[in-house]
């Protein structure tokens, strides 16, 4: 146990020594690192590797040795890795939040929950990829006489570039699938938040992922991002639109494949007959939850006139009732931002909307007094287009209201916007509220609930449309994406032109009155 100079006791699995071995996988042979640090008290944890472009060629070059190994391993080996992760995951569950809360600041009740993200992804793929992986026999173009088959291959290296508000989902979910699928991965998370990720990969070690076979490299983005879209065979990015718009333009140019998941300005919607007080507590969590920081999470909120007041009231009543501050236990409401410069970039959308015209109805400033890069929780009203949280992700503990008239006008206000990742929409009468929901330009919609409905039903796609990404995560596709199909076309006997002595036309003759027939028996 280590108390800090702020008297905030450290959680006991967190020492020097274990993080220094966490960290010795990274490859950095220029020897530079990066003071990886405590949120909550800024004091720095462990010196982080930083890698070369010829460090990355090279785990690359591991990765893809292992890879083949890996990809030449029957499926049900590969997937009792994946069983045996599972119970080891679930198990040190308490130690990950550990270190997602130090490397963080997020509060304990949200690093816990990040914990069974990648449990949830295992269980779900545990099930699904053995029927997904499968070979599937298609019929050729001459019946009896052709099969085709339909093969999905590994795409071999996928290179996974992931954020820091969620380290542990988006460093080791996305990589589920895919090494399921037989690829590798070499995984760049973001420096502030390397520990996590690198905690799940020595438990997929534990469990028998094969060395070699999941890489690390660590550095700012634009230093490890180039190398590492130039030698991966397939990107999976998890971060802001302006990057992912880099990293979208760098893989086109290579032409391979990258799934883009992006940022929202995600609103909701509490239509005339909704419960208020379960709205109201959606609203707190959708909107502080994670302090702020979740990319579904909502920044927008849209009230009927007829209810404006009331929900009002009750909101900034429970906004202004939170218990923000830090701890490693599971008492605090909202924890810390990420970073001073993030805290920073949240007060810019405060002070910005209040000098054009904003009101703060709850919150507004930082809190240094209990850490950092804390900021409180904030409610506004009177936003508008011409300020940059009107338009923008603030991706913090900030949240506007507004006032609809109609549900055509909500629905309208809902869709002013670039974004399209998740919205939610609040409705006594559910028909009605998933009608609402079908209007709505958004990779995702919940009803009555403001995420975790739509994000933890793993068997379906979840991505963002418009500027909030391209592809998803979750389901089917979710697999499939790693994957190259390999069409295995087989003819039994050669059939093809005139047989010998037969003219031309004849032929031409037969083969046309065949493809009539055939269409009529619905052969082919
Ligand atoms: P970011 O785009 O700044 O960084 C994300 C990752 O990309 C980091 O690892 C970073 O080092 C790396 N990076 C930065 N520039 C790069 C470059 N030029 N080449 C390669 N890599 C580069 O985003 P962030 O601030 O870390 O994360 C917050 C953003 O992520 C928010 O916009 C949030 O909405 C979004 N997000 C989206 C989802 C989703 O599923 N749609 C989930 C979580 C977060």
Known sequence: MTVTPLGLTRPASVTGEFLRQLVARVPGSAGTTWPLTEVYTGETLVELPQSTPSDIEEAFATARAAQRKWAATPLKRRLAVFKRAHALFVDRARTTADLIQVESGKNRRMAIEETCDPAMVMSHYLKRAAKLLAPVRRGGPVPLLTTSTEIRQPKGVVGIIAPWNFPFATGISDAVPALMAGNAVVLKPDNKTALSPLHGIRMLEEAGLPDGLFQVVCGEGPDVGPTLIDHADYVMFTGSTATGKVIGERAGRNLIGCCLELGGKNPMIVLPDANLGEAVQGAVFGAFGNTGQICMHVERIYLPESRYDEFKAAFVAKAAALDVRAAYDFGPDMGSLVSVDHMRRVKEHVDDAVAKGATVLCGGKPRPDLGPAFFEPTILEGVTKDMLCGVTETFGPVVALHRYGTVDEAVALAN?????????????????????????????????????????????????????????????????????????????????????????????????????????????
Not at 425 to 441: F, I, M, N, S, T
Not at 448 to 462: H, V
Not at 493 to 506: I, L, T
Request: glycine fraction near 14%; charged fraction near 20%.
């Open 416 to 524: 002013d916007t670039d974004y399209g990742l998740n919205a939610s929409v609040w409705g006594g009468d559910v028909g009605a509220a998933c009608a609402v929901a079908a209007r709505l330009e958004s990779g995702n919609v919940n009803v009555n609930d403001i995420l975790a409905t739509a994000f933890a039903a793993k068997g379906t796609p979840s991505g963002g449309v418009k500027n909030s990404g391209v592809g998803a995560r979750h389901g089917d596709q979710g697999l499939l994406k790693y994957t190259d199909v390999q069409n295995l076309a087989v003819l039994k006997k050669q059939v093809m032109g005139p047989r010998p002595g037969q003219s031309y036309e004849k032929y031409v003759d037969g083969m046309l009155s065949g493809l009539k027939l055939m269409r009529k028996l619905r052969v082919r």
